[in-house]
């Protein structure tokens, strides 16, 4: 089974900052996803990646297959950034995710 | 468009009484149909899912139980809550390969 780590747990940055979350995983997977969940709960996915780099406005995200890990960056963070982001994997099969424990996210004005 | 609808947003049961919540899919067909519950402070955690009408699998024994009696419609079912049944209950479709798609959740709260 796989087993999905996430770093840090918990990280508070002030409002401009560049932010790194990072994920790892120990069994070969076929996509990777980041989700955002806010204090309400609903969840948001904010990218699919199998392969190499992808960024949408202030969110990048990478990933090493070869290193099983993946990185989520916030460029010129926002309060409104304030969130748990999540990292999920699907295993080689593609049914089921596997969830990371989640980084909780706070930035300040 | 692709959506998913989850409802209730909240709701507040007593200890022994039935529970229902209800999930269904727009915009695709066929999908991966997921019920995940999520206790305070803790991660997601997979109960059910379904690739086909009548096609379930459970992750963890437990008290409760799904159904998807139609393609796009997943139900998450119990006949007698427990305390332990408390939590934030999300419902989450995808393809093999694709996005996932989640609903905006169920916070329950067993008394």
């Known amino acids: 089974k796989n087993e999905v780590e996430q770093s840090p747990q918990n990280l508070t940055a002030q409002e401009g900052e560049f932010i790194t979350i990072n994920c790892s995983y120990s069994?070969?997977?076929?996509?990777l996803h980041w989700l955002q969940q806010h204090p309400g709960g609903g969840i948001v996915s904010l990218f699919m990646l199998s392969s190499g780099k992808k960024k949408h406005g202030r969110l990048i995200a990478t990933i090493n297959i070869q290193e099983k890990h993946s990185s989520l960056h916030i460029t010129a963070s926002h309060p409104r950034d304030s969130a748990v982001y999540i990292c999920a994997v699907k295993d080689n099969y593609g049914q089921n995710f596997v969830f990371g424990p989640g980084t909780r996210l706070s930035v300040l004005p | 468009s692709q959506t998913i609808h989850q409802w209730p947003a909240t709701l507040v049961q007593p200890v022994g009484s039935p529970l229902s919540l209800e999930c269904t899919v727009e915009?695709?067909?066929?999908?991966?149909l997921y019920w995940y519950r999520q206790a305070a402070g803790r991660g997601l955690q997979l109960l059910f899912y379904s690739i086909g009408i009548d096609q379930i699998s459970s992750e963890v024994p437990q008290n409760l139980s799904a159904s998807r009696p139609q393609d796009r419609q997943f139900i998450l079912s119990s006949k007698k809550l427990l305390l332990s049944d408390s939590g934030f209950y999300l419902c989450?479709?995808?393809?093999?390969?694709?996005?996932?798609?989640f609903g905006q959740g169920t916070r329950l709260t067993v008394v």
């Open positions: 069994v070969g997977i076929s996509a």
């Open positions: 989450a479709w995808a393809h093999v390969n694709t996005e996932a798609f």
């Open positions: 915009g695709t067909s066929n999908p991966n």
